[in-house]
Structures are given as structure tokens and as C-alpha cells.
């Protein structure tokens, strides 16, 4: 392949010795991580509900009327919500075109910008995350962290895979920036934060 | 070839239109202030990410490698295209040998800057742009006018129009959220029906062998969870070492672009779907030369957020396609001259040199002094009219020699109030075209100063 010698010939013509600098320690810090999540959440157009545990998750999830108008949904977090299709029997992602509601679970849940992991490894589906109208996930309270700098430290630690960061529903602005939620994946994205906070995670 | 200026007064005709683009981007530079001011350590943040880019770049062969043998390893293919034509033969290789003829395809300035929609439109492959703002300039047939807002120099009513005749909206109607209803559920079918999602990259990390891709529309995520094939393509200069230093760029894109805390999907990709491919396509097409460049170097460091364009006095004022390059504003005016200065020669004018691009830049590019040593290369290869060398050689002359600058100021002041407008503001008076001078003071500056403190 004469194209990728001729790229890394020409890209060490072009070498330069720079030292890796040492990142900023301390980033954000937040005395209360519940309230900056729910805040950050909020100001990207999402909801947080706090919960005691995952059968009050299920009690509020149960309350919310995205759930009670749903025909078609689909929850991969047990005991919270009911799937109204077995999942494992979808074998084609276009199968899922007209959910309505997924439930799903999140590693942890990021302070300062209202973002959560979801492993794509829990996912039989990528379109789970995207193709729903409306998005639930649930994340422990424990795995809140500060910032990306401590949420991509506890991601190192993860087997390498296939993941996304989502924070708040789905949105655009691109006619005269006018913010509009629901532009091609969920129209509302709300977080059931389980159970009590915990200590700052040591990293 | 029509030029900056040519273009910037298409633009500025509609006198109206330009002061609401005008106030659109400052909006946004306010917002992305205020992100800012809710990052601490902002200011070391943009610190380490221009030293991340600039150790990254000083080794990039390295990092390519190790990428590539990353990537390789999670199941993904990686193809090398050393010029647009190879990285459009590549993507149509991949479709074809597949058969697929429907592409959708989320934002990606590397496609633009290759000219791939058209390529694989005239090989009967229907490619369906799915961001909003790209979605709407594609139906107008025009390019982005913007690299984060595409449609920013149109108006709701614009689009409107648009997509009664498009997409069937009703006639008038011009509410964003109904028109942003309508495209999705346009843009919906489009994916169904898509054979493979083409997406770019926002960032990609050496020692994963992952790409990651930011949107806020999820259109990328769409486009690559409904069609088994994924094309992913990329400039080399999008690496990253590791997942701590992609923290840094993550924190400081989206706050840049558009004052968000983060995008609304940050997606990481390491290798295909169970039941499918990724294709990685990683593209020089004149990368390496600029970064050969020690001067012009560091513009490579872009992580095409925006900010500069949205600070950008003449930007705001000008309109991205009085650039005349798939990027626009203070760094396509660095980025341009690099592929072709002939061409893109009066774009380092476009500028007043006020360095608010450089102030606003995440990763700290140099860039009013990179637009400015441009226009000493320019200057160099005398690509510059006759008129204005001949012009700035009599000013370098009359400066030269203080009794010759005295006696000019002295006539300038003296002659201009009593000459015949005609004369004053002749097609040779540029500055005229558009206002008036400033009136002539009765006395130098230098018989001011005299007369205050005594001798000069």
C-alpha cells in the first residue's frame, strides 16, 4: 500500500520532539455531585429523579407519562420497567423502529456536564440508546463523578469497547439557533439516580 | 478569481441580513464565554491541549501506527488516502463492491474538503447529509456555510420555503420545531433505508484503536446503528495518545463550539458491530506538507470547534462563503493558503488582526500571527495586486526618510479639506467607498506633543 508509507514517510519528515505535558490535576470539584448532575442535566434539557432504591426507580418510572403512553418498550435494567418485547428475539436493529421507550443502564454519571456512560457491550442493539422516543437510564448515585477527567479514568480501567456519553435528549439548533429537543433520536432523556450517594470515588 | 472582498460585498448587499448574522454568531460567542467562565482551570486547559496536539503532531507517524494496529486488532479496516481522489475511490470501492447505493452520512468537513458527495452521486449512490443544518444546505445544493452551523447565514423562512417544496411542509410555515419534525421524520426513512453510514471523526485515540464522534442530533449514531457498514473518515491529524488526554479535548470542544457542557452524544467506537463493519479511511491530502511547515504547523492542532469564526469581526460580517474554502473564518484563512496560495490569496486580508480568534482558540493556534505571516509569504511571491506593491513600496520609501513623512502629513492635511470631493474619494480611495474620512486635524501630532513637553 504505497499510500500509507508515503503518509507516515512524510508525517516523520515532519517529526518534532514535544514532551507529553502533565494534565491539569484537579478539574472540576463539586461539594455537592447530586445537585450539579441534576443541574447540569437540566440546563441540557434532561431530567434527573433521585430514588431510593430500584423499586422506587420502578414506582417512578411507573409515574412518568412517557411510560404509561407506551406501546412499544424495551428495559435492560431488571426491575425497573417492563419490556413489552423480548429483546433477544430482535435479531435486526430496523426491528426496533417505532419504540417507544428504552430503559437503560449507565455506568456512571458525569457532574459537571450531566453526561452517563452506557457500555455498549449491555446493548444487544446500538439503535437502543438512539431509536427510542424517549430515553430512561439508570445510573447509582455512587458512580457520579466530578468530571471527564475522572470519568475517563474509571473508563481506562474497562475493557476496551464500544460506548457513548449521553447527556440530555437528543436536540438542534440549526434553523436560526433556535433551540429544538427531539431532532433524530430521543425526545426526552430522563435519569433515575439509585440510592445514596457514597464517598468521592478514589481514583 | 474573484476574491474576499468581491464575495464579502455579495454578502454585506443585504444590509439587514448581514447585521442578524452578525448578532447570530456573537450570541454564540457569548455562550461560549459563559462555558468558559464554569471551567476552573480553563486557561490550563487550553494550555495542555495545545501542548497534547503539539506533542501528538511532533510524533504522529508513531501514533498512526500504533493506532492502526489498535484498530485493526478490535476488527475495524483501515485504508490510507494520500489525496481526495483516493479517499473518494476508497469510500466508492467499499459501497460498490457491496452493493449498496444509499448512503446516509453525519458531519464531516473531510468530505467536503474531498468533494465525495458529488463523486459518488455521479456513480448512482444517493448520499442523504443528516445533520439538520447539512440536510437543508444540501437540499439548496450549496455547501456549509459554517463547520458546527451549517445554515447559519439562512433564515427560518428560507428554510421554510425550502421544505415546502422538499418535504411537503405547508406553505409559510417557518416554526423551527415543526420544520426540525419534519426533517426527521424525512431524515428517518433515510436511514431505514441506508446501506451504509458514512461519519466523521472527532477525535481518534492511538492506544485504543477507538474513534470517537460528537453530535448533538444523534444523527452519527443513527447513521451507524441501523446500516451494517461503517465509513469512518479522518484526517491524520486527529489523534489523541490516550483516553486521559481525550478528556481534555472533550471538556473543551462542545464549550468552544456552542457553550455546551459536552455534545449530546459522544460516541466511541472500537472496532464493528457484531454483525458488521467498520471501515476507517485516514486521509493526508496535504496535511503532511503543512505540518512540514514549521511556521504553519500548528494550525493542524484544529479541532474545528468554530469559536474563531463565531469572534471573528469580519467573519460575523462577511458570511462563511466569501472564503471560498470548506472552512471558513481565521482558521481557513491559515488552512487555505496551505493548499493552494495562489488561489486562496486575499483570505489572509480578510482579517483586522485583532487576535480575538486567537484568544477564543481551545487549542491555543497562534492565529492572527499565522494569518499575518501569510500575508508576508504572499507579499513574497508578489501574488498581491500591482497597484497595492506599488503602493506600500512609496509608503516604505516615505518612511524611510522623516522630512518626507512631515511634508506627506502636511499636504494629506492640508490639501484634503480644499480638494473637490471627486478627488478625495476617487475609485482610488478604498477606505471612502463605504464612509467618510475622519476630518483633518489643523496640527500634527508632533507639534501637539511640542508644545506640551517641549522638544519631541
Not at chain 2, 159 to 181: M, N, R, V, W
Request: include cysteine.
Amino acid at each position: 500500500m504505497a499510500a500509507r508509507e508515503n503518509i507516515l514517510e512524510a508525517l516523520r519528515r515532519a517529526a518534532r520532539a514535544v514532551a507529553l505535558p502533565d494534565l491539569p490535576k484537579g478539574g472540576a470539584r463539586f461539594a455537592d455531585r447530586r445537585r450539579q448532575l441534576g443541574e447540569a442535566l437540566a440546563s441540557v434539557g434532561g431530567t434527573c429523579v433521585p430514588v431510593a432504591d430500584r423499586a422506587a426507580a420502578d414506582r417512578a418510572l411507573a409515574t412518568l407519562a412517557i411510560y404509561r403512553e407506551a406501546k412499544k418498550i424495551v428495559s435492560l435494567v431488571p426491575g425497573v420497567g417492563a419490556s413489552s418485547l423480548e429483546i433477544g428475539a430482535v435479531s435486526d436493529p430496523h426491528e426496533l423502529e417505532g419504540l417507544d421507550v428504552a430503559v437503560l443502564p449507565g455506568t456512571l454519571a458525569v457532574a459537571e456536564n450531566g453526561a452517563v456512560w452506557i457500555d455498549g457491550s449491555v446493548l444487544p442493539h446500538r439503535a437502543l440508546f438512539v431509536i427510542p422516543e424517549h430515553l430512561v437510564l439508570v445510573v447509582d448515585a455512587a458512580a457520579i463523578v466530578d468530571d471527564m477527567h475522572e470519568a475517563y479514568a474509571r473508563l481506562a480501567e474497562l475493557p476496551v469497547g464500544y460506548g457513548v456519553f449521553i447527556s440530555g435528549p437528543s436536540k438542534t439548533a440549526d434553523i436560526e439557533q433556535a433551540l429544538v429537543i427531539g431532532a433524530q433520536g430521543a425526545r426526552s432523556c430522563t435519569l433515575l439516580l439509585v440510592g445514596p450517594m457514597g464517598e468521592r470515588p478514589a481514583i | 478569481m474573484s476574491g474576499h472582498p468581491e464575495a464579502a460585498a455579495r454578502f454585506v448587499a443585504d444590509d439587514a441580513k448581514a447585521h442578524w448574522h452578525d448578532q447570530s454568531l456573537w450570541w454564540v460567542r457569548k455562550k461560549r464565554d459563559a462555558a468558559a467562565a464554569t471551567v476552573p482551570d480553563w486557561e490550563a486547559l487550553r494550555s495542555a491541549a495545545a501542548r497534547i496536539k503539539e506533542h501528538t503532531l511532533g510524533r504522529l507517524a508513531d501514533y498512526l501506527e500504533e493506532f492502526e494496529k489498535n484498530a485493526v486488532r478490535s476488527g475495524a479496516k483501515v485504508w490510507f488516502a494520500s489525496d481526495a481522489a483516493e479517499h473518494n475511490a476508497i469510500v466508492h470501492r467499499i459501497l460498490a463492491e457491496r452493493g449498496i447505493t444509499r448512503l446516509v452520512k453525519s458531519k464531516s468537513m473531510l468530505t467536503e474538503e474531498c468533494h465525495l458527495n458529488p463523486y459518488l452521486e455521479a456513480r448512482g449512490i444517493t448520499v442523504t447529509d443528516t445533520d439538520l443544518g447539512e440536510r437543508i444546505v444540501q437540499l439548496r445544493h450549496e455547501p456549509p456555510s459554517h463547520i458546527v452551523l451549517p445554515a447559519i447565514h439562512l433564515k427560518k423562512e428560507e428554510i421554510g420555503e425550502l421544505f415546502h417544496g422538499e418535504l411537503g411542509t405547508d406553505k409559510g410555515a417557518s416554526d423551527p420545531k415543526y420544520l426540525t419534525e419534519a426533517a426527521r421524520q424525512h431524515l428517518r426513512r433515510r436511514f431505514l433505508e441506508a446501506g451504509a453510514g458514512l461519519t466523521g471523526v472527532n477525535f481518534a485515540v492511538a492506544a485504543t484503536g477507538g474513534i470517537v464522534v460528537c453530535t448533538n442530533e444523534g444523527n452519527a449514531d443513527m447513521g451507524t446503528a441501523l446500516p451494517p457498514v461503517h465509513i469512518a473518515c479522518m484526517g491524520v491529524e486527529k489523534l489523541v495518545p490516550r483516553l486521559e488526554e481525550l478528556a481534555v479535548f472533550v471538556r473543551l470542544l462542545a464549550r468552544s463550539a456552542t457553550g455546551q457542557p459536552v455534545t449530546t452524544y459522544t460516541t466511541h467506537f472500537h472496532g464493528p458491530r457484531p454483525d458488521g463493519e467498520l471501515h476507517i479511511v485516514v486521509v493526508d491530502n496535504g496535511r503532511s506538507a503543512q505540518l512540514a511547515n514549521d511556521t504553519f504547523r500548528r494550525s493542524l492542532s484544529c479541532i474545528r470547534c468554530g469559536a474563531c469564526m463565531n469572534t471573528c469581526p469580519v467573519f460575523r460580517r462577511s458570511g462563511g462563503y466569501s472564503y471560498g474554502f470548506v472552512v471558513p473564518g481565521p482558521i481557513g484563512s491559515v488552512l487555505a493558503p496551505g493548499r493552494d496560495v495562489g488561489a486562496h490569496r486575499t483570505l489572509p486580508f480578510a482579517s483586522s488582526l485583532c487576535g480575538s480568534c486567537s484568544d477564543v482558540c481551545p487549542v491555543r493556534i497562534d492565529l492572527h500571527h499565522e494569518i499575518l505571516a501569510w500575508r508576508q509569504e504572499i507579499v513574497r511571491r508578489k501574488l498581491v495586486p500591482v497597484w497595492k506593491r506599488a503602493a506600500m513600496r512609496l509608503l516604505a520609501f516615505i518612511l524611510r526618510f522623516a522630512f518626507l513623512y512631515r511634508l506627506g502629513a502636511w499636504l494629506v492635511r492640508r490639501m484634503t479639506p480644499i480638494l473637490p470631493r471627486a478627488i478625495v474619494y476617487s475609485r482610488w480611495n478604498v477606505w471612502g467607498r463605504q464612509r467618510e474620512l475622519p476630518p483633518m486635524p489643523r496640527r500634527s501630532f508632533r507639534a501637539l506633543y511640542r508644545s506640551r513637553h517641549g522638544r519631541a
